[in-house]
């Protein structure tokens, strides 16, 4: 069990990017340490507000196993970005910590250049064979931890694609349907070597919220979406040599910003509380 308190789960729960600059610019060790008071949920929407070099560094000062934990509730992408960024004894270490299939999804990233489609594609998508039916389908989606696909990509028995079907349109279909009566064939291929830059703009981003990720070979190994495209450019790393605060002042900083913003936060959680009486001449 945490022993944070519930008004500092709260506000870590409602303004985690305050709290990820707070630790930004806290001892590492110290930030450190406070992640790994608190449940790992929260830990990782914290690290999810933070950039790669920051989050990478707090990671490989954490417990192995708290890092480890916190990595698989982030986003895949995120993850990726993160391991990156690590000293490799340090990456291969929170690497066998990981599930297999984890492990390997991430590895195959960490493979492609940063800056190409490969290295920010999830490999776990939803793929169906071209004789599968909309049932099939449906059936899939609603067993599969990928329950939340929102593209269905049709391959051949080579592994080779063949067209998309967007997840809301398989509930306007017949169950018997054939998915290759209703797939799009037109729909746009990523090259897991091409670089983002060059497909950020894409017009096929408009309608589709992943696109199929295609090897040397033209079979599918992934899907890249359109967040993590037009995520591309965005600085986010923090640099060495970020100026550091005492772990007192920054706890001060990102938890209790002002006598009214923690009133407001209490009111948020049903905790009512007047805000005090301001305070003459204090800075």
Not at 41 to 49: D, F
Not at 184 to 205: E, Y
Not at 241 to 246: D, E, H, K, L
């Given at each position: 069990?945490?022993?944070?308190?519930?008004?500092?789960?709260?506000?870590?729960?409602k303004r985690p990017s305050s709290v990820a600059q707070s630790l930004t610019a806290m001892e590492t060790d110290d930030a450190a340490a406070f992640l790994e008071t608190i449940p790992t949920?929260?830990?990782?929407?914290?690290?999810?507000?933070m950039g790669a070099w920051s989050a990478s560094g707090l990671l490989t000062r954490m417990n192995a196993s708290a890092s480890a934990a916190v990595l698989r509730e982030l986003e895949y992408h995120t993850a990726a970005a993160i391991l990156r960024m690590m000293a490799e004894s340090d990456r291969l270490l929170l690497l066998d910590l990981l599930p297999k299939k984890l492990h390997r999804d991430l590895e195959t990233s960490l493979s492609f250049p940063e800056d190409t489609v490969g290295a920010k594609m999830t490999t776990s998508i939803?793929?169906?064979?071209?004789?599968?039916?909309?049932?099939?389908?449906?059936?899939e989606l609603k067993r599969s931890h990928r329950a939340k696909a929102e593209v269905v990509f049709v391959i051949d028995a080579a592994r080779r694609l063949k067209g998309a079907v967007t997840a809301a349109s398989l509930l306007h279909q017949s169950l018997a349907s054939p998915l290759t009566e209703m797939m799009?064939?037109?729909?746009?291929?990523?090259?897991?070597?091409?670089?983002?830059?060059?497909?950020?703009?894409?017009?096929?981003?408009d309608e589709y919220a992943q696109l199929p990720v295609l090897s040397r070979k033209k079979l599918v190994i992934g899907a890249l979406s359109?967040?993590?495209?037009?995520?591309?450019?965005?600085?986010?790393?923090?640099?060495?040599?970020?100026?550091?605060?005492?772990?007192?002042?920054?706890?001060?900083?990102?938890?209790?910003t002002s006598a009214i913003g923690l009133g407001q936060l209490l009111a948020d959680v049903d905790q009512p509380l007047q805000p005090p009486k301001q305070q003459g001449g204090r800075s």
């Open positions: 069990m945490s022993s944070v308190s519930p008004l500092t789960l709260a506000f870590i729960e949920r929260y830990a990782a929407n914290t690290v999810s507000h939803m793929v169906l064979n071209h004789d599968q039916t909309v049932a099939d389908a449906l059936a799009d064939t037109t729909v746009v291929p990523l090259s897991a070597r091409a670089r983002l830059g060059a497909i950020a703009s894409l017009d096929a981003w359109r967040k993590a495209a037009k995520q591309h450019g965005r600085t986010g790393a923090q640099v060495p040599g970020a100026p550091t605060s005492s772990i007192a002042v920054a706890i001060a900083n990102a938890f209790f």
